[in-house]
């Protein structure tokens, strides 16, 4: 199979449904050589089974493509670490991580227990973090060693990270975590040949049914704007060589659209030359927010 990602190795994690499972065909079918990596948990994390990971695989060659599938728990510094291995060993080289894995359990903030948000912060911050932690180590090796290296990071934030969404506060504050460590990565890691972008999708998934029910489900526009597959062009573009110049931005991919974040700026300032007296603050304060934008609705509100 041809096409812009010929020749590339990608990492897809959570690939075995949803809009992980849209990414690793579409990565295939521009020619990457995929690691489809998927627990095969329920919506909310509990249970587990390859069969999800195995039928994309074996989907990806009968297309004529080529893919091996994993089972390693993203959040398992040991366990990814291997997944890197075996994904160089097994395949060659590595190319692509895109971080996609993750579950929920909403809850309004007032009703969050510990175990919920900590399950939720671990799947996706800690999950980000593992898989590019490792290879960042390989891309970094192979600098060290005079090699040229051409590589992404592709992470999955959300409107609900950039936004806010009332009733998942764990998911949000995770989705803003890695939305923040997409412009560290960026910064972080060019001097290796290594970008790094975050997409925030939007598409009919198990976790957005369930947040948003019939919400998700109409199709317009002709075609079915909430198709996960819609997602990946843009995913697979950059996992592509020609994405190079592009780095340390947030991305919203929905149906056919693509909107740049623009993330937070220092808009309105005021600077008195010295310390404030507390009393004076309130009417500096009200200036400021007459000249500032107005804020973004939160999800649910």
Same mark, same amino acid.
């Given at each position: ?35 489809? /990596? ?31 599938? @994993? ?8 366990? &990814? ?17 895109? @971080? /996609? ?24 911050? %800690? ?10 180590? #390989?891309?970094?090796?192979?600098? %060290? ?10 992470? &999955? ?13 764990? #998911? ?11 412009? !560290? ?9 290594? &970008?790094? /972008? ?65 993330? #937070? ?11 404030? @007296? ?8 009200? @200036?400021?927010?007459? %000249?500032?934008?107005?804020? !973004? ?5």
């Amino acid at each position: 199979m041809t096409g812009i990602c010929e020749g590339r190795v990608a990492i897809v994690t959570g690939a075995g449904r949803g809009i992980g499972r849209a990414h690793a065909l579409e990565l295939a079918r521009q020619g990457a050589k995929v690691v489809v /990596n998927d627990l095969g948990v329920s919506n909310d994390g509990e249970g587990g089974s390859r069969g999800p990971a195995d039928e994309v695989v074996d989907e990806i060659r009968s297309m004529g493509g080529a893919a091996i599938a @994993n089972g390693a728990d993203v959040a398992d510094w040991k366990q &990814t670490e291997e997944l890197v291995r075996q994904t160089v060993e097994e395949l060659g080289r590595l190319d692509v991580v895109v @971080n /996609n894995a993750g579950f929920v359990r909403d809850r309004m903030f007032v009703s969050c227990s510990e175990e919920e948000w900590d399950a939720v912060i671990r799947v996706h911050l %800690k999950g980000h973090f593992c898989i590019s932690r490792h290879a960042a180590a #390989y891309w970094r090796a192979q600098v %060290k060693a005079g090699e040229k290296v051409d590589a992404r990071i592709i992470n &999955t934030s959300s409107g609900a990270g950039v936004l806010g969404s009332v009733g998942q506060s764990s #998911y949000s504050a995770a989705k803003a975590g890695i939305a923040t460590l997409t412009l !560290v990565q960026a910064a972080e890691l060019r001097r290796y040949g290594v &970008t790094a /972008n975050a997409i925030c999708p939007i598409a009919r998934t198990r976790m957005t049914e369930g947040a948003f029910g019939d919400a998700m489900k109409a199709p317009e526009r002709g075609f079915d704007v909430n198709d996960p597959a819609n997602v990946s062009p843009f995913v697979a573009w950059l996992a592509s060589s020609e994405s190079a110049e592009v780095t340390g931005r947030v991305w919203e991919v929905f149906g056919g659209t693509i909107t740049a974040f623009d993330g #937070y700026r220092r808009e309105q300032t005021v600077d008195i030359g010295e310390r404030w @007296n507390a009393a004076d603050i309130g009417e500096a304060v009200a @200036n400021l927010l007459a %000249k500032a934008q107005p804020l !973004v609705k939160v999800y649910g509100t």
